[in-house]
């Protein structure tokens, strides 16, 4: 809480009280800080870390009784698809015995040491259920404490909710339908027919995992899409794209189009559709980031995974594709994508500052709302955990010359 704040809270605190045992309370309950940050995955933590660095109080409320819990939940053969020089947080680089693309769990114990070396003052079990500005301070209730603060710094993650849609006739299906969040590997599948829908990068990856696994695995993708490799000439792609990042996302996907070719060939001819335009403008046009290649690509242009057009309903033994075809399968994996849930906690005039789809209208720096900042939004063709450490200093620097302004 800052100066000004905590004049108001004592002006407005009840008149039973006299100031010694306001501020002995104060202290004591420990709900009071200068910000209050949601969630301790890598956005939150990075935020905490900057914070500290600048000597700001803070306290991070996590639901989970973890740091980074999507992270100890994701898939066991997941691995950064960003190279981890432009995956690290602030003031941390990844150990240098890390590959180049970290897997899932040198991710989780580069984030607990991360958490650990910064001395973070995370709260678990704390469940945000509603946040809402008023008496010019944040009111962040969790399931059992009120907490109060200057700023509230909402770092719950993009991919808070799982995006599940639904299709005609699916509680028909006999099999096995689960979101790819609930998806670790691919030993229950062994054998079986298996359809992933999306063609994202945790259904591409899930692909080749199933596929590892032995089972037979279709891909249905409804869209147009854009296929992009990992690296280009041994370079990251993340690399080209921060290089590329000050030109318009269309001269730039002009400049790449003939290399990309090169590097994918013709998707087309593996029942693929292409945008018609290059994977910035994707980004840039409604935040969809292409299919990272690893391998996928592989296994369809060899017959190993076949890809089908989009799902138009499901039926008993499987499903009836656009196309009017149908298959059979033993089980579904919606690699669907996900939703921030930013509902779920912020409503009134604080829902004000996301769009229709429940994205923040602005991430790394205060919104209309005062002392409220998101980190962690913003889908960059530059990758997201770069782009959650530049955020996280930028909000660690706004937050400072408040603080440092303040009576
Ligand atoms: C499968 C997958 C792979 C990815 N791979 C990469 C990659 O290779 N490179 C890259 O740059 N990006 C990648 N990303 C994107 C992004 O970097 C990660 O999703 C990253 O974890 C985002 O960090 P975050 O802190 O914003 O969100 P999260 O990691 O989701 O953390 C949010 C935290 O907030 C907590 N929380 C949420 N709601 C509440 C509440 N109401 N009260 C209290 N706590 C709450 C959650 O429990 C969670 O701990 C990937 C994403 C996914 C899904």
Not at 229 to 234: D, K
Not at 261 to 286: C, S, V
Not at 365 to 384: D, K, R
Request: glycine residues 10%.
């Amino acid at each position: 809480m800052g100066r000004k704040a905590f004049g108001h809270f004592l002006k407005s605190a009840p008149l039973s009280f006299d100031l010694h045992d306001e501020l002995t309370m104060v202290v004591e309950d420990n709900t009071h800080s200068n910000t209050l940050i949601i969630g301790a995955g890598p956005a939150g933590l990075a935020v905490g870390a900057c914070l500290k660095q600048a000597d700001i109080p803070f306290i991070i409320l996590e639901k989970s009784d973890k740091v980074a819990p999507a992270w100890h939940r994701h898939y066991d053969r997941l691995h950064l698809h960003t190279d981890k020089k432009n995956s690290e947080l602030p003031f941390l680089p990844y150990p240098k015995v890390y590959p180049r693309y970290p897997s899932r769990s040198q991710v989780v114990d580069y984030l607990e040491t991360y958490s650990q070396k910064f001395q973070l003052d995370i709260r678990f079990q704390q469940e945000v259920i509603s946040a809402r500005y008023a008496n010019a301070h944040w009111e962040v209730q969790s399931q059992d404490t009120l907490y109060h603060a200057t700023n509230l710094v909402i770092a719950a993650g993009c991919n808070q909710e799982p995006f599940l849609h639904t299709w005609p006739g699916q509680d028909l299906f006999n099999g096995k339908i689960i979101h790819s969040s609930e998806y670790k590997n691919g030993e229950l599948f062994r054998g079986k027919k298996v359809l992933v829908v999306g063609f994202g990068n945790s259904g591409g990856e899930i692909a080749i995992d199933l596929w590892e696994y032995g089972a037979n695995v279709s891909l249905a993708v409804r869209s147009a899409v854009n296929v992009i490799p990992r690296e280009l000439f041994g370079i990251p792609i993340l690399s080209i794209g921060i290089l590329q990042s000050k030109l318009p996302a269309s001269l730039a996907d002009m400049i790449n189009k003939p290399i990309l070719h090169f590097a994918i060939g013709d998707i087309t001819k593996y029942g693929l559709r292409k945008l018609p335009y290059g994977p910035l403008t994707k980004i840039r046009q409604d935040g969809h980031i292409p299919l990272i290649d690893i391998g996928t690509l592989k296994l369809i242009k060899n017959g190993r995974v076949t890809v089908h057009p989009g799902v138009r309903e499901f039926i008993g033994e499987g499903v009836v594709f656009m196309d009017g075809k149908q298959s059979q399968f033993d089980a579904i994996i919606l690699a669907t994508g996900y939703r921030p849930g930013l509902d779920t906690f912020l409503s009134g005039p604080s829902a004000a500052v996301s769009d229709k789809n429940g994205m923040p209208l602005s991430s790394g720096s205060e919104t209309n709302m005062p002392g409220l900042y998101f980190c962690g939004y913003y889908v960059a063709p530059t990758g997201m955990l770069r782009e959650i450490g530049l955020e996280a200093k930028r909000i660690s620097a706004s937050i400072s010359r408040k603080f440092a302004l303040q009576p």
